[in-house]
C-alpha cells in the first residue's frame, strides 16, 4: 500500500506574473471577472450577478417613496 503522507508532492512556489495581476485587477473591478479569468465561469456568473444584484436592490430600496411635493433624493450613493 502507497503512504500518501510521506509521498506528497512538493508545494509549488509563488511567482507574481502578469496572468496574476490581469485576475487579481479584473476581479477587483468587476465581481466575478477574476473566476471568469481562471475558468470557472458559471461561478463567476453567479458570483458577478448576485454581487451586482445586491448592490442595485439595496439602491432601489434606499430610495424614498414618490411625493409629487417635493422632489426626491435617493438615500444612498450620493456625492
Known amino acids: 500500500m502507497p503512504n500518501h503522507e ?3 508532492a ?7 506574473s502578469t496572468e496574476y495581476l490581469f485576475t487579481v ?3 477587483w473591478l468587476v465581481p ?3 473566476h471568469w479569468v ?4 458559471v ?3 453567479i ?3 448576485s454581487i451586482l444584484g445586491l448592490f442595485w ?6 430610495l424614498p417613496p414618490p411625493d409629487p411635493l417635493k422632489p426626491s433624493q435617493p438615500l444612498a450613493v450620493t456625492r
Open 6 to 8: 510521506t509521498e506528497s
Open 10 to 16: 512538493a508545494p509549488l512556489m509563488f511567482r507574481l
Open 25 to 27: 485587477i479584473s476581479s
Open 32 to 34: 466575478g471577472a477574476g
Open 38 to 41: 481562471l475558468g470557472y465561469r
Open 43 to 45: 461561478r463567476g456568473v
Open 47 to 49: 458570483l458577478g450577478v
Open 57 to 62: 436592490m439595496g439602491e432601489a430600496l434606499a
